[in-house]
């Protein structure tokens, strides 16, 4: 009996995600999409982004996980009202948007997920170079991780933890994400806002280089697009 | 300076995790305790225990974690009403009531915490030998999850995960927790019922064999305890 491969892909809403999860269905997975609201900011409108991403999947379930406890963690501008949201540019060091071991709890999450559907994978959008410098995004993290998650899973449980942007910089992600026809119109990075995104936070400042370094327009709006620059 | 180190006490409210954040008192921490509402069958009952052992710990910080989505994810008969608790004896192989990667769920969101506060070590109440045979509490798995967890969190973060009842039997944590005044009427194991412990569960049989090999009587009340047998 041929079955097809499933694989659990953490969907942020954000375009690094997107193209990640586009690659599992591209390489045959039948598609399990996980999301997180964990009352970061622009919770609402990165639901909202998580549902047209998914749609264009075909995934065959579909997960919205609430995290609630983040909130009461807090220890990050994103988790954390009272800490602003820096918009002066990306400074060397672990930033005050990190929250504490979210990739960590994302995967935990995942692999349970996986564990009781039987799935073979699961994709996330890590980038390590070209980011904001997030312990949690590192590969050689993610590689152990995955190591562990097959210790302490079931001995029928394999699972191989697969990262396609890793090594990419914006640019290429862009352009990549172009290629394979990703919605990249349903996207969304802004750290600050759920109407217009800001332009200056640091995911829009990365996305932004992104496409510039790509030579496309981004196809969502900004306040102030003008101010973002490498 | 010396600042008393910090250690994040995973208490569930039963037997082992009681122990496991005594001994972690007794070594000179100062204690953050953390708890988990995973919709499991006795989740009322649980917390309550974890209040009453917490207090004895003189607790500088005391997290109750909300985790409704185990119930969504389900696939255990901890979280699935659905399946039922088998109560016929402990059986070979990974039993109906392992919770899908739970224990890494639980370590990651202690690690958060501890990063947040600058804890020092973990500590877990896994039994490997002596217990239901879960993959998430062996050995193995915890010191592969320290390595992941050392690199996907700051680089000032250490983390040292503990479990000083990985190897012990159950005797031997009757008679280690009556050596340490660990609270053994305040805590709960019974994976059915909240009010009289049933004594045929996985769980309670541990337990029960554990209070006769340590030839103590077992403070709380059971149900049915003459059918526990080794």
Redesign the interface.
């Known amino acids: 009996m041929n079955v097809t491969p499933k694989a659990v892909c953490i969907i942020s809403g954000g375009m690094d995600s997107a193209l990640s999860a586009k690659i599992a269905k591209d390489e045959g997975y039948e598609i399990i999409a996980l999301h997180f609201n964990y009352g970061q900011r622009t919770q609402k409108k990165e639901l909202e982004s998580f549902r047209k991403i998914t749609k264009t999947l075909d995934a065959i379930e579909s997960?919205e996980?609430?995290?609630?406890?983040f909130e009461?963690?807090?220890?990050s501008a994103l988790t954390d009202k009272s800490i602003e949201v820096p918009t002066g540019g990306i400074e060397e060091g672990?930033p005050v948007t990190?929250?504490?071991?979210?990739?960590?709890?994302f995967?935990?999450?995942a692999?349970?997920?996986a564990?009781?559907h039987g799935a073979q994978a699961l994709y996330i959008g890590v980038v390590e170079e070209d980011s904001s410098g997030y312990?949690?995004c590192?590969e050689?993290?993610?590689k152990?991780?995955e190591?562990?998650?097959n210790?302490?899973?079931?001995?029928e449980t394999n699972l191989e933890i697969k990262m396609p942007l890793v090594a990419m910089s914006k640019a290429e992600i862009v352009a990549e994400a172009l290629k394979r026809n990703v919605p990249l119109q349903f996207t969304w990075s802004c750290y600050k806002n759920e109407d217009v995104a800001c332009g200056v936070c640091d995911s829009c400042r990365l996305r932004l280089k992104g496409f510039t370094k790509a030579g496309v327009k981004d196809p969502i709006e900004y306040a102030d697009s003008l101010t973002a620059e490498d």
Chains 1, 2 share one sequence.
């Not at 990190?98 to 990739?103: A, C, D, G, I, K």
């Open positions: 997960y996980i609430d995290l609630d406890f009461q963690i807090g220890a672990v990190y929250v504490p071991f979210r990739n960590g709890i995967l935990s999450i692999t349970a997920i564990e009781k312990p949690d590192r050689n993290y993610i152990q991780m190591r562990a998650i210790l302490g899973t079931k001995d």
